[in-house]
Structures are given as C-alpha cells and as structure tokens.
T-cell receptor, first 113, second 117 residues
Framework: GAGVSQTPSNKVTEKGKYVELRCDPISGHTALYWYRQSLGQGPEFLIYFQGTGAADDSGLPNDRFFAVRPEGSVSTLKIQRTERGDSAVYLC???????????FGPGTRLTVL | GENVEQHPSTLSVQEGDSAVIKCTYSDSASNYFPWYKQELGKRPQLIIDIRSNVGEKKDQRIAVTLNKTAKHFSLHITETQPEDSAVYFCAASRRGPFCYGNNRLAFGKGNQVVVIP
C-alpha cells in the first residue's frame, strides 16, 4: 500500500510569508507526528496528533507554528511570518496506534530566502 | 526532556568488516530505542528497535544491545556491504503500555557510515 506522502516536496518562500505543508499518513494510522530536520541533525519533534486532537504540541518552537488534523487523517503544518531559521526539512510520520513503528514521509524541504 | 547523543559522528569501514555505533540517553524513563537508516535525500527508515525489557536483539546482520544501567545502546552491523552506507540515527522514547500514548522520539544527531569497497 501507499506510504506516508508529503506535499510539496520542495518549497521556497520569502522571509515573512505564510506557508502550509501537507502530510497524508498511511490509511488507518491514528497517530501522526511532525518533526523538523536541520542540516546535519537528527529529526526534532514538533507535534503529535492522536486522531483529530493535538495531544502534544510542546515541540513547536513558537506561536508562528500551528498544525491541524481536522478529520483525523491529513494534517497541515502552518508557518506564519517565516524566518530564515525556519529553513529545514519537515518530516511527517504516522503509526497505527502510538505503540507501533513510525513510518516517515519523504519530507518537505523548506527554504526561506 | 530526553537528550540522546551519538558517537562517532562519522565511521568508515572496509567492506566485510563490522561497524558499531553507540548512543547514550539521559532520561531513565525512556523504554523504547529504535534505530533509523537515512540515505541521502530519502526518508528515515526503521531498521531495528529494542525495548527496555530486553538486553539484545538481532535481525540478520544487524543487532542492537541495551545497557539500562549505563543508559547506552549500540547498533552493530556485521559483514558490512556498500549498501549499508548511510546516516544512522538512534532515538529514544517513553512508550506507554496503551495504544493511545505519546511515542514522541528524541533523536541523536546521526552517524555517517561509509563502507569502502
């Protein structure tokens, strides 16, 4: 079956703009995670959804970052007033229940000029 | 929060030799330790994981060992092959007993493994 997909694969934007990054988890996976991976670093946790609710958003760096998952499937990560420091690969992962393997998507490479 | 460190940052091995990557963690409540392999430009993929009630786990050429007292765990790759060249990430989490708990992963910085043919 299809794995986790993310769109767009690349996004270039200007400082101060608003961006949305989309994640399509594996069908039936109830848990969804967003991570951010900077160059030469490991993924860093941002937010965790169980179903439609954000069960843990403690990894979001500030209030410019927000994520939703309105129907418990697709999730959108939203970044307002982008800054150059937001440039990174944003990874999404899903799992069937929180106790199972997390499957990662290919990521969205965000570049803020 | 959990802090995971990996050593060495880069490891070069001759094809056929073994590679060992070590990670340490800080949170004694962490009980789940996966290893991910990430090839250049691709997504991380789980290669092996271990829970805190087990000291060692093996899957063909890959093994992971866990020392809870010292709070470190290691990845062992035997008979390395060129396709083993990648960045390897260790991670740790507090995995609860229930399906709906939070399994947020804390990752190390990664190890670049280069297998020389």
């Amino acid at each position: 079956g299809a794995g986790v997909s993310q769109t767009p694969s690349n996004k270039v934007t200007e400082k101060g703009k608003y961006v949305e990054l989309r994640c399509d988890p594996i069908s039936g996976h109830t848990a969804l995670y967003w991570y951010r991976q900077s160059l030469g670093q490991g993924p860093e946790f941002l937010i965790y959804f169980q179903g439609t609710g954000a069960a843990d958003d403690s990894g979001l760096p500030n209030d410019r970052f927000f994520a939703v998952r309105p129907e418990g499937s697709v999730s959108t990560l939203k970044i307002q007033r982008t800054e150059r420091g937001d440039s990174a690969v944003y990874l999404c992962a899903s799992s069937f229940g929180a106790n199972n393997e997390q499957f990662f998507g290919p990521g969205t490479r965000l570049t803020v000029l | 929060g959990e802090n995971v460190e990996q050593h060495p940052s880069t490891l070069s091995v001759q094809e056929g030799d073994s590679a060992v990557i070590k990670c340490t963690y800080s949170d004694s409540a962490s009980n789940y330790f996966p290893w991910y392999k990430q090839e250049l430009g691709k997504r991380p993929q789980l290669i092996i994981d271990i829970r805190s009630n087990v000291g060692e786990k093996k899957d063909q050429r890959i093994a992971v060992t866990l020392n809870k007292t010292a709070k470190h765990f290691s990845l062992h790759i035997t008979e390395t092959q060129p396709e083993d060249s990648a960045v390897y990430f260790c991670a740790a989490s507090r995995r609860g007993p229930f399906c709906y708990g939070n399994n947020r992963l804390a990752f190390g910085k990664g190890n670049q493994v280069v297998v020389i043919p």
